[in-house]
Structure formats: C-alpha cells, structure tokens
C-alpha cells in the first residue's frame, strides 16, 4: 500500500525529500491517473512557487525509482499513479477521458495470456479498456 506520509515514501525509494517532491506526491495520492499538467495544476495551490519543470522532474523521478507508474493510453497524455505494487488495468472513457482502475484478474502479471507468444517470456500485460463511463453514457441517453 502506498505509506501515509510522502516523506517517507520518498525516502524508502532513496529520493531526497524535498517541497516540492512532497507536493507532487500527496497531489498524485489524491488524484490518481493526474498527467504531468494535472499534477502541477494541482500542486500550484499548496506552493505557489513550484515550477512546471520540478513537477515534470520529481514524476520521472518517481518513476524511475518505482514509487509512481506512468499509463499511457494511446493518443492521450501520459498519465501517472502511485498504485504501482500490483498489475492492475485501467477502464478509459473514450469521451471524457475518465480512468478508472481495473483489478488484475489473477492477481499477478501477467493477467493475461497471449494466444501465441512467439517464443517470448512474457512478464507484463497493460491492459486498456475503452469505452463510455457513466455520466457520459447518460449524456448521451440523455
Ligand atoms: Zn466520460
Ligand atoms: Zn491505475
């Protein structure tokens, strides 16, 4: 699960604890699936100062040290979660671009076999599924 306190997130994954990697990282626990521009649009409030590129810096740095998960569903931003401990899908509207977590259905990766593997050991599936969420089917009953 992801720990309570950023800080100590950011030092389990060996990163220096810093405002504004701290910022970015309770903006991304409160919204997940937040795109980089999402995320500095969200940390803005709570420090002003931050700047594009230090939110830009402190996502791929957490990516990299493997405390944050980028998605990138074909044709839109990339997208970053802190949901990284499991191989979970992601349901996209195709209208609004909600995201919305799918469990894995097995529980580990890959959840998913492919039909022929063409010799590959394979050791992750992503999974998008594409469609309409609620509100927007509603709109569109509407
Ligand atoms: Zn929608
Ligand atoms: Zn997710």
Do not use: K
């Amino acid at each position: 699960m992801t720990p309570a306190h950023a800080a100590d997130a950011l030092r389990a994954a060996g990163l220096r604890v810093t405002e504004s990697r701290t910022a970015v990282y309770d903006a991304l626990r409160e919204h997940p699936h937040a795109s980089a521009e999402d995320v500095f649009g969200h940390v803005l409030p709570r420090l002003p100062r931050a700047s594009r590129q230090s939110v830009y810096n402190a996502l791929n740095d957490f990516a990299d040290a493997g405390i944050a998960r980028r998605i990138e569903p074909a044709g839109r931003s990339m997208l970053f979660e802190l949901r990284v401990s499991d191989n979970h899908h992601h349901l996209v509207c195709t209208r609004c671009g909600a995201v919305r977590d799918v469990d894995c259905v097995v529980g580990e990766a890959p959840c998913l076999t492919p039909s022929h593997d063409h010799g590959f050991a394979v050791h992750a599936a992503e999974v998008t599924f594409w469609g309409l969420c609620p509100d927007c089917a509603a709109e569109r009953a509407a």
